[in-house]
């Protein structure tokens, strides 16, 4: 689809319209002008007073034309930027309004195509609004549904729930830990994830740079009596290095962390069931790991195959077996709606197959495709359900864990996700991942340490968002990490205004 966009002249608008036109078309191209071989011509209109006055009208290559108009009060701005957002976000409703009303596709997220709705509800909620007025104002501005609104609605309530002091954490912060490694690479994944096989230097070398960053970490939020509220250790797969790896490190983490025992929660991503053995559960015990996570994804064995994992269906079962019999009694499941050839009666059977095992929590991925995965290099080997059957699977996922007291507590999504739907967590009462909460709703730093860990500085006052990354492949992290250590701590120092120490 080649649409034309008249009216709006500067370019920071090609993307938020680029990526509202592909919520409706697979393939689909803005460019600010009229030209040829435009399916459609998409003409603005705007007045800027004491409101927003902007109007726009389709015309299709039929000469069918549609209408929309969206008034909206000028918010004080200090900056352009802030100016610019308004109209943006003017432009977008419009957009959104003739684009539904030509296809007749309505988008049940309106215009928003963020990754973190929940922020937007949690806005309103700090801001001190009613229920009432926040769900009028998301529906009103960014034209989101009642469905969705009231999920959102749900979710954040459990947050609340689920962290009571959620918006009084800023001076604390949450760690992940990333481990690079996975017995072989899955097809949709774009996680740093190298494959382990018989490559125990790179492994060695790697574990001594973590060991370095968990004590160089350690020491600092001890020297600055920085607590730290979670640690999720995720990757790759964490559980893919050796018994005896996994020991030492968690001791190296108990030695640095401050007050480990009053951590709120640490979880270790067990995702691939053939890397969990007896021994490694001993371990995750020893160190009162409290959650983990062992992913079936789907519990049909073709789909296992066709995605690249090599695990069977029942070494998720047996495992997951074997981790409660040791006494894990807080494991999360997560189920992806939307693998290749699968529909509504794969995913019926994955829902009836979770029903024996009953984790305390499940998460409902929807597959997405992004950019550098295999699958999306290869997009037309592999066959997915379309808009109307993702959907479906999403409504049966929310049917079975209402059916069986499951709620939702985060929500999450991703460019490129199959029906334009959502990832959903949803836990037993009391079983929330609290780590999954700080990370999806941005309240506190969260400092990422190892393989491809994302750091995000979230400044406790203005809460202005700075992103570092670690660097994503063992080679060069091996080479680096004392650096970006040093830079990290050097970040933080300014971010919770700590005088450096002097070398
Ligand atoms: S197990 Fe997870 S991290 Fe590893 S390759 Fe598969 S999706 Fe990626």
New binding site residues.
């Given amino acids: 689809m080649n649409i034309s966009i008249l009216g709006l002249n500067d370019n920071r608008y090609i993307r938020p319209l680029q990526l509202i036109g592909n919520l409706f078309f697979e393939e689909c191209s803005v460019k600010l002008d009229k030209h040829e071989g435009a399916d459609v011509v998409i003409s603005f209109h705007y007045e800027v007073s004491e409101e927003i006055n902007m109007s726009v009208q389709l015309t299709t290559s039929e000469e069918e034309v549609y209408t929309a108009n969206y008034r909206k009060n000028l918010k004080a701005f200090e900056t352009e930027k802030e100016f610019f957002n308004q109209l943006k976000y003017a432009a977008s409703h419009v957009y959104l309004t003739v684009l539904q009303d030509w296809t007749g596709i309505v988008q049940k997220w309106g215009i928003l195509t963020g990754i973190r709705p929940t922020k937007l509800y949690h806005r309103h909620m700090m801001s001190g609004s009613s229920k009432e007025d926040a769900h009028q104002a998301l529906k009103k501005d960014y034209l989101i549904s009642d469905e969705k609104i009231n999920l959102m609605e749900k979710i954040v309530a459990r947050q609340l729930t689920a962290i009571p002091d959620l918006y009084d954490l800023k001076k604390e912060v949450s760690i992940y830990i990333g481990i690079p490694f ?1 017995p ?3 097809a ?2 774009t ?1 740093p ?1 190298y494959a382990i096989g018989g490559k125990q230097g790179r492994v060695d070398s790697f574990l001594a740079g973590l060991h370095y960053e968990i004590r160089h970490m350690g020491e600092w939020l001890k020297e600055n009596d920085i607590k730290v509220t979670t640690v999720y250790y995720g ?3 964490p559980t893919s290095i050796t018994a005896e790896e996994m020991d030492l490190l968690y001791e190296e983490m108990y030695e640095s962390f401050p007050d480990v025992s009053h951590i709120r929660e640490i979880t270790v991503e067990a ?2 069931p053939d890397t969990i053995t007896a021994d490694k559960l001993n371990v995750l015990k020893k160190w009162n790991i409290d959650r983990i996570s062992i ?1 079936p994804q789907s519990y049909t064995q073709e789909t296992l195959k066709a995605i ?2 090599h695990h069977t269906v029942e070494e998720t079962i047996d495992k997951f077996h074997l981790a409660r019999s040791m006494g894990m009694n807080n494991i999360n499941m997560d189920l992806i709606i939307g693998l290749p050839n699968e529909g509504t009666t794969e995913f019926a059977h994955s829902l009836n197959e979770t029903k024996q095992l009953l984790p305390e929590s499940l998460t409902v991925h929807t597959l997405s495709f992004k950019r550098a995965s295999e699958m999306t290099k290869n997009r037309q080997k592999y066959k997915v359900a379309d808009r109307e059957e993702a959907e479906r699977m999403m409504n049966m996922a929310e049917e079975w864990t209402a059916d069986h007291h499951y709620e939702p507590y985060y929500l999450y999504r991703q460019k490129n996700i199959l029906g334009n739907l959502e990832n959903v967590g949803y836990a037993l009462p009391k079983q929330e991942s609290l780590y999954n909460i700080m990370i999806m709703e941005e309240m506190q730093t969260i400092i990422g340490i190892g393989c491809g860990a994302a750091s995000k500085f979230i400044h406790p006052e203005t809460g202005k968002i700075t992103h570092f990354a670690n660097p994503k492949d063992p080679k060069s992290y091996n080479e680096s990490f004392v650096e970006y250590t040093d830079k990290k701590i050097a970040m933080l120092n300014e971010l919770f205004n700590i005088e450096a120490k002097s070398i």
Avoid: D, I, P
């Fill in positions: 996975c072989t690479k899955c949709y994944c996680f994830a990757g790759g797969t995702g691939r992913n690249g994992r």
